[in-house]
């Protein structure tokens, strides 16, 4: 069974840090571009950050861009979103995602993505 699941989701006070895992089972995560996307309460889903399947391309939003490194291990069948200098803005909940891509790129439009996690919470607040 393709399963995705996300950890690393807390509570932290503006200006901390958190690493997100997202640990793929039953496929093979070379294969698949990988997605990270959050949403919050009462707003639309936003792509926050993709690389691809090689870990050779690399997408930010501008809203995390210098924050937030994403990065895999497909030895590990993981991929991981370190998330620095935290607002209260970056409080949603996290998924990510992963999307088989003709060329060797990603994007942080959720269309192409084929496997969703069921997401974690992450909330920034003092």
């Known amino acids: 069974q393709l399963q995705l699941v996300e950890s690393g989701g807390g509570l932290v006070q503006p200006g901390g840090s958190l690493r997100l895992s997202c640990a793929a089972s039953g496929f093979t995560l070379d294969y698949y571009a990988i997605g990270w996307f959050r949403q919050a309460p009462g707003k639309e889903r936003e792509g926050v950050s993709c690389i691809s399947r090689s870990g050779s391309y690399i997408n930010y939003a501008d809203s995390v861009k210098g924050r937030f490194t994403i990065s895999r291990d497909n030895a590990k069948s993981s991929v991981y979103l370190q998330m620095n200098s935290l607002k209260p803005e970056d409080t949603a909940v996290y998924y990510c995602?992963?999307?088989?891509?003709?060329?060797?790129?990603?994007?942080?439009?959720?269309?192409?993505?084929?496997?969703w996690g069921r997401g974690t919470q992450v909330t920034v607040s003092s």
């Open positions: 995602a992963a999307g088989r891509f003709a060329s060797s790129r990603c994007a942080r439009a959720a269309d192409p993505y084929s496997h």
